[in-house]
């Protein structure tokens, strides 16, 4: 599913109009975004929760030259499930 098919679904399922689904996505999503700019965590009870975690510095290899490279530490976003999302 695509933005533009989220955005339908959710005026649909929630009757509203497509432009006010489209002002509340983009709403969620700026918020999330400044939210994990943060490092906090977004828990969505009944959907999952977001967090950012350190991925830890580590050597890896070009699979082209096979040369080793390191791969600098960073952060990255994690989304799990809720447990019953998936049932």
């Known amino acids: 599913m695509n933005k533009a098919e989220l955005i339908d679904a959710m005026a649909e399922k929630a009757g509203m109009t497509k432009v006010d689904a489209r002002k509340a996505l983009d709403a969620f ?37 096979g040369k080793s490279i390191n791969i600098p530490a960073k952060k990255v976003v994690r989304f799990k499930p809720a447990s019953n999302i998936m049932k």
């Open 29 to 65: 999503m700026e918020v999330t975004k400044g939210a994990i700019k943060k490092d906090d965590k977004i828990a969505l009870v009944g959907f999952g929760s977001f967090t950012v975690t350190k991925r830890a510095a580590r050597k890896g290899h070009n699979p082209k030259t």
